[in-house]
T-cell receptor, first 113, second 115 residues
Framework: DAGITQSPRHKVTETGTPVTLRCHQTENHRYMYWYRQDPGHGLRLIHYSYGVKDTDKGEVSDGYSVSRSKTEDFLLTLESATSSQTSVYFC????????????FGQGTRLTVV | GESVGLHLPTLSVQEGDNSIINCAYS??????FIWYKQESGKGPQFIID?????DKRQGQRVTVLLNKTVKHLSLQIAATQPGDSAVYFCAERYAGGTSYGKLTFGQGTILTVHP
């Protein structure tokens, strides 16, 4: 398995609270991504990073922010969690974009009550 | 995970049969495609990939076929085993520099293999 660790693996939080999910990689890959997975929608891109301090929005970025202060860590923050953000969140990495495959973490199941 | 299963296409096969899972992709500019397998409670796992300059690529027990004319991708699994039961996703990418490696995923197909 690719060296990707997501934490926490499970979290229950209350509406309106801030939440931060962490993705840690040991592969020294340049590109990192956050996806969410919901029934009927498959995997959708939230934010991505193409280098330290270089990030951009994906297709479902509203309500989320990210930070990447070092190569190995990519943080996803829900500034004020809402019930619509209840989902399974996956981090992915790839070495060079282009024709290289992406590897996924084990996921974080987040429930907002 | 287990909640992915709602509203997805399903394929049920007997152990030992061959399975074919289909995917229609959306972007005619996409030039790289990946098939992933996702077991319950786990992240997607890479199975096989193909570039747009190829029509077919084979791996161990798996073959991917690409038809760019109709924007269609298929995954063939030979001699399907109970351990192949999972959700299968296709993903597409435009491999140019400005894409930053972003993948767009299909909805997925649930494969169930009966002993």
């Amino acid at each position: 398995d690719a060296g990707i660790t997501q934490s926490p693996r499970h979290k229950v939080t209350e509406t309106g609270t801030p939440v931060t999910l962490r993705c840690h990689q040991t592969e020294n890959h340049r590109y990192m991504y956050w996806y969410r997975q919901d029934p009927g929608h498959g995997l959708r891109l939230i934010h991505y990073s193409y280098g330290v301090k270089d990030t951009d929005k994906g297709e479902v970025s509203d309500g989320y922010s990210v930070s990447r202060s070092k190569t190995e860590d990519f943080l996803l923050t829900l500034e004020s969690a809402t019930s619509s953000q209840t989902s399974v969140y996956f981090c992915a990495i790839t070495s060079a974009g282009g024709y290289s495959e992406a590897f996924f973490g084990q996921g974080t199941r987040l429930t907002v009550v | 995970g287990e909640s992915v299963g709602l509203h997805l296409p399903t394929l049920s096969v007997q152990e030992g049969d061959n399975s074919i899972i289909n995917c229609a992709y959306s972007n005619s500019a996409s030039d790289y495609f990946i098939w992933y397998k996702q077991e319950s409670g786990k992240g997607p796992q890479f199975i096989i990939d193909i570039r747009s300059n190829m029509d077919k690529r084979q791996g161990q027990r798996v073959t991917v076929l690409l038809n760019k004319t109709v924007k269609h991708l298929s995954l063939q699994i030979a001699a399907t085993q109970p351990g192949d039961s999972a959700v299968y996703f296709c993903a597409e990418r435009y491999a140019g520099g400005t894409s930053y490696g972003k993948l767009t995923f299909g909805q997925g197909t649930i494969l169930t293999v009966h002993p």
